[in-house]
Each structure stands twice: as C-alpha cells, then as structure tokens.
C-alpha cells in the first residue's frame, strides 16, 4: 500500500511537472492582459528544440535548446498580437497549427522518414537529502529531476516578484487597465512582449521536461493537448501562483488516480484513462470559471 | 460605388496573389533548405490535385467535401463570435453516429437510410457541440478550450468503441465492420465523387442565404459583431444566439463526418480525419467566414491535401508540411488585415 501510495504521489508530481511551468508561464501572459491560445505550439516547440539542443549538449544543452525553442514561438505571438494588433484566439490557433506542422515536417525530415524512435540522454531524479525521506510523499515530491524543483522554484519567485516588486505591480496593472497603466508611464507593448517571452521560455521547458525527464525521445504531437489544460489550470488557480501550482498538483493527481484503478485491476477500457485529463478539465472549470475573476483586459485588443 | 468597388477588389487580389506568391517560395526555399526537391514537390502537387478529371474529382473535391462542410461549421460559430475550434471532435461524432445507425439500424429502402444516417451524424455532432455552448453559457467556460478538450474526448471515444463494442466481426483490425451498401452514398461514374460533394454545395448556399438574408441570420452576426450592442440596442437574446450557432456549426461538422463514412470510408476507425476540423479553421478564415466563399476555399484546400499525398508520394516531402501552409496562410491574412487597417487609420 505504502509502495502504491509512493507511486501515486510520484506520478501525480510527474505529470503536475510540465503542466504547472507552462501554466505559470501563462499566468504572467494572462496578468498582462493577452491569452496565449498557441501555447500549445509552444510546448512542442519547447520539445523538439529539447532534442536538437540534446544533441549538441546533453540534458543541459536540451534544456537551453528547449527554452530558445519556446521563446523563438512565442515571439511570433509577440509580434502578432502586440506589433500588428491581431486576434489573439485565431493567432494563438494559427500558431499551434504551425508549431505541429513545423516541427513534425522537421522531425521526419532530419530525423528519418519513419520516424525512428531516437533515444537520448535523459534527466536523472535529484535526491533532496532529508525531505525525500519524509514517509509516504518524501520520494515523490523530493526525489525528482531538477526541472521540478524549477517548478517549486518559480511558484515561490513568481508570488514574490508579483506581489512584491515594482515590475510585478505593473504587470497587473497592464492586465488590468491597460490604458491607465499607460497613462501612469508603463511601456505597455514592452511588459506584454516581455510577458510573453517569459511565458514562451516556461512553456518551452514544459515541453523539454516531456522530452528530457519523462520520454526521452520525441514524437509528432507529443505535447497532446497539454498547453490548453494548462491554460485551463490558470483559470482554476484563479490567476494566482499559489492558486496555479495547487491547480497543477490537483490535477496531477486526479489524473494519476488512473494508475490506483488500474492497479485495482476493475477492467475499465484503457481509453477511458486517457480521455479522463481532458474530461477532468472541462469538469473542474464548470465548477469554477464562472466564480473566479479575470483579468479586465484579457484577450481585449484595446489601441491602448 | 463602382469606381470604388472595383479597386478595392483588384487590391484584395492583388494582396492575396502576393500572400500566395510569398508562400510558394518560402515553402519551396524550406523544402530545398531540407534537400527535397521543390519543383518535383510542386510538379507531383499540382499533378495529384489537378493533373486529370479524375484525380480533381476523386482526389481534390473528395477531400475537400468535408473541409467546405467543416469550414462553414466554423464559419458560421465565428460569424457569431463563438470560437468552435472542436469541428474535429464533432465530425468525429458524427461520424459514429451515422456508421452506428447505418451498422445497427433497421434494414429500410436506400434514400431514407442515407437521410437518416445524416440525421444522425448532425444530430450528434450538434449534441457535441451543445456541451461546450452549455458550459459557455452557463459555466462561463472559454470555448476555445473545450472544445478542444471534447476533441481528444471524441477521440478516445472513438478509439474505445472500434476496440470495443463496435469493433468489426473478426476482433483483428481496429475498425467497424463495412456499412450496409443501402447507406452508401451513390457515386458518379468512374470517379469517386459522391453525393456528399453537392450535399455540401447545398449547405453551403442555404447557408449562405440564411445569414445573409434572415432575420436569425441578422441576429447571428449582430451577436458576432458586439453582442452587448445586439443586447441592449437590438433586443437580441445572445445567450440563444450562441446556442445556435453552436448546435448549426456542430450538426454541419457532424454531417460532415456522416457523409465521409458513408461516402469514402464505409467503415469508423480512428484516425478516419486527418484533423479536418483544424483545417477548417484555415477554411473558414481564408473565406472571410463567407459561407458563399467556404466553398472556393474548401475545395483549394482540398487540392493542397490531396496534392500533399501525391507530393508524399513522388517526392518524399512529409505531407504534414501542408498545415504549415495553412497555417502560414491565416498568418498572412491576419497580418496583412493589420496592416491594412494601421494604414486606414494613418490615412
């Protein structure tokens, strides 16, 4: 029981992982006031930039390759929508049409026709001397690969510069008035590309995590829907980071319940595992997208 | 009106040969950049879409009958500024519906089959559809993303009922068994052109018609164009717009995947769309969410799919290429619109 509960925490976090860094990524997107529909290009951006970085540098070097990746796809968001003014949903849907197209054109044409399932270096658990022994959820939470300490990490980095700090405060204020925000002397195209850069960089390392810590390898599609749950988690952590990381492990471990049932061995069809993330999602936000408060100007293409 | 009417189309031309001619040369530089050869890609591209009546008709407008359907389905959601991107998830729908009717349903004469079946298909997919109106409505709950969730919901739906209860007699393959000839679509002769082709013609006139010339299709694009406007100032119940037009954008997706069983497949499995409903988005976008005008666009689109197979093919170009066109394509429009505008506003 203690060896099942062990596995339950450690998969919960496992898959919490790249959810919670491409949500909180988006959080600052959306606290600036713009939605980033293609974050979902981004992460399998972030995924394919993991594997041509792992093959100059290694795990390192794969992480670096997947943040450049992400970066490189938000900043055609950035221009889009803060340079050129577009629709930010039809954008945000354009881009991840693009980013699936791109690297899936790519990944066949240098990496082999068939698609040969390449192997590469992955990241190996972290051990946290004297946390990872706590009984139960010790080995789960604390004996991980670094890329979920950087989680942790960014949750607490994140409350404090938001709440914080000066940049913080206008970050807010861009998403929540963006015209007296302007009006008070913020660089309002500045804060939204710099936003969202931010965002591309996590949503990169989202995708790089599925690669370097979970696959280790990479596949057409691989992100699978990831970007809009975690656009969805934003909303259910109430545009908070504290609110955003709990939605995260929430969700972690609702969807990590499947390996309890399917443990229980009940006979259910194994696609009614793999459909609950999806179903999970649109029930957690019935429950909550209508009592929670948006930023004011999110998604607005005010001239400001 | 005239004098100014005509430029202004010569302009949009203009522009769009130029967004046309800038997309051939970046692809045809990222595929030489990739060591494919671009003129044979090209040659074997046209050649698959366009190179004989046959290939037009069994190639091109087979494949671009379910995008000029799931392109009006999106059209008409963004028309009323619902943004359905869950075309593939109800097509899908559709698609199990009409092969479940069809495999199970009693054995009637051909032409109420095939009309029931499409009942069916839209029925569903429109049944698919409400779920995400209920939760924008009344939940408050971005469509954009669930929509997309009942996409991979639909999927795995799919995937669990042609492993499952509707897999085919013998348990090997992942598919149900063929549909009863009486719900096939009939076909013209020597091509593979079937029914659904002008089924799709017809929607997409009356479609058209009603947007234009009725008073819901008034109330549509009210709602699309400012619905606090349509709300105060028309009286417009916006709330039973978008239901609408979610349950019409759905029940046409569904048919379209309807349609695509019974006319090209004749059987449900689970990869029987290669992501219409996302190419649809492009459709829809390229036609200005003109319902008149999805039907051009559906069926150019149709041509870049099936020349991407022919392409695939003859020269080894990945035809998953094609959704970077597409996608550089709304790019473009957008961008170009921006552009236009920012210049209106100098002026």
């Not at chain 1, 925000?181 to 965002?199: E, H, K, N």
């Not at chain 1, 996590?202 to 992100?223: C, D, H, I, P, Y």
């Not at chain 2, 995008?67 to 097509?91: I, K, S």
């Not at chain 2, 609408?244 to 990869?271: D, H, M, P, R, W």
Request: net charge positive; aromatic share 10%.
């Amino acid at each position: 029981m203690t060896t099942l509960l062990s596995a339950f925490v450690e998969s919960a976090i496992r898959t919490a992982t790249p959810l919670g860094l491409a949500a909180l990524g988006e959080l600052v997107v959306e606290r600036a006031g713009i939605i980033n529909i293609g974050l979902e290009g981004v992460i399998v951006c972030g995924a394919f930039g993991a594997l041509v970085g792992s093959g100059f540098g290694g795990v390192v070097g794969g992480f670096a390759g997947a943040i450049a990746f992400g970066m490189a796809t938000a900043s055609v968001f950035a221009w889009f929508v803060v340079r050129l003014q577009t629709d930010q949903i039809i954008t945000g849907t354009a881009l991840t049409m693009l980013a699936l197209g791109l690297t899936g054109t790519l990944y066949r044409a240098l990496y082999g026709a068939g698609g040969a399932a390449l192997s590469i270096a992955t990241a190996r658990p972290v051990t946290i001397p004297g946390l990872s022994l706590i009984p139960v959820v010790g080995a789960g939470l604390f004996n991980q690969p670094a890329v979920t300490y950087v989680f942790y990490a960014s949750m607490l980095l994140l409350w404090w510069w938001m709440y914080r700090t000066l940049p913080g405060l206008e970050l807010r204020a861009v998403g929540e008035s963006p015209i007296a925000a302007r009006a008070a002397g913020i660089r309002l195209a500045r804060v939204r590309t710099l936003s969202l850069l931010f965002g591309g960089g996590m949503g990169g390392l989202a995708g790089g995590t599925l690669v370097l810590a979970q696959a280790g390898t990479f596949a057409e599609g691989m992100s699978a829907g990831r970007g809009f749950i975690a656009i969805a988690i934003v909303v259910l952590g109430r545009w908070h980071p504290a609110g955003v990381t709990i939605a995260a492990l929430v969700f972690g471990a609702a969807s990590a319940i499947q390996y309890l049932l399917q443990a229980a061995g009940l006979g259910l069809p194994y696609q009614l595992f793999l459909a609950l993330p999806y179903v999970l999602t649109l029930a957690a936000l019935a429950g909550v997208a209508g009592r929670t408060r948006a930023p004011e100007a999110l998604a607005k293409n005010d001239e400001a | 009106m005239l004098q100014r009417a005509w430029p202004r189309a010569i302009r949009q031309a203009a522009v769009g040969a130029i967004i046309g001619a800038v997309i051939v040369l970046a692809l045809g530089l990222f595929l030489a950049v990739l060591r494919y050869d671009p003129t044979r890609a090209a040659y074997a591209l046209f050649d698959g879409a366009f190179g004989s009546w046959y290939a037009f008709a069994s190639g091109t407008l087979v494949r671009g009958t379910p995008l000029v359907l799931t392109g009006l389905a999106v059209a008409v959601a963004f028309r009323a500024g619902v943004f359905n991107v869950g075309a593939e998830g109800q097509f899908l729908m559709g698609a199990t519906a009409a092969a479940a009717l069809a495999l199970y349903g009693p054995a009637l004469n051909r032409p109420l089959v095939i009309l029931l079946c499409f009942i069916a298909g839209s029925i569903l997919g429109a049944l698919w559809a409400a779920i995400a109106a209920i939760l924008r409505t009344r939940f408050h709950v971005l469509e954009v993303i669930s929509t997309i969730m009942l996409n991979f919901a639909a999927m795995y739906l799919v995937s669990y009922l042609v492993r499952g209860p509707m897999q085919e007699p013998t348990h090997v393959y992942p598919q149900t068994a063929a549909i009863p000839a009486a719900a096939e679509l009939p076909r013209l002769p020597a091509v593979r052109l079937h029914l659904g082709f002008f089924i799709a013609l017809a929607a997409a006139g009356s479609t058209w018609w009603v947007i234009r010339n009725t008073a819901a299709g008034f109330r549509l694009r009210a709602t699309g164009a400012n619905p606090d406007a349509a709300r105060s100032a028309g009286g417009v119940n916006v709330n039973q717009v978008v239901f609408s037009a979610f349950a019409i954008s759905g029940a046409l997706a569904g048919l379209a995947g309807a349609i695509e069983v019974q006319g090209v497949t004749f059987a449900l499995y689970e990869n029987i769309s290669p992501g219409y409903g996302y190419t649809a988005i492009a459709v829809a976008l390229l036609a200005r969410l003109d319902a008149a005008l999805v039907v051009p666009a559906g069926i150019l689109f149709g041509a870049l799919e099936a020349g991407a197979a022919a392409m695939q093919r003859d020269a080894g170009v990945p035809s998953v290429v094609v959704a970077v066109v597409e996608a550089a394509l709304i790019l473009a429009l957008l961008g170009a619109r921006s552009i236009r505008q920012h210049f209106r506003e100098a002026a």
